[in-house]
């Protein structure tokens, strides 16, 4: 006949192990962790490569001085401001 003892050991030594195990795999969930954090992550651009959709270079008021964008943009108006005039190229 098993004793009561008999049943509380397995169960114990059944915990022990399955707690071993939760620890390893906690571990390596970890160290995965960590090492994914420090991975260096693939850039979207090129090396030494700026992609923008639309550049605005301004002056130190805060006025727009060269507007870099698709020609076929509705509010580009192909010009170039020189801070005195404003230069539409083909003229």
Partial sequence: M???LDVMQARLSRLE??????KIAALVLAVLAVLM??????????PGVLRVKRL????????????LGPLDA????????TGEETIRPGQ
């Fill in 2 to 4: 098993v004793s009561n």
């Fill in 17 to 22: 192990r399955q707690l071993r195990i939760m």
């Fill in 37 to 46: 954090a420090l991975a260096p992550r693939p850039s979207a651009q090129q």
């Fill in 56 to 67: 605005i270079v301004e002056d130190a008021q805060g006025k727009d001085r060269v507007v």
């Fill in 74 to 81: 509705p509010e580009n108006y192909r010009r170039i401001l």
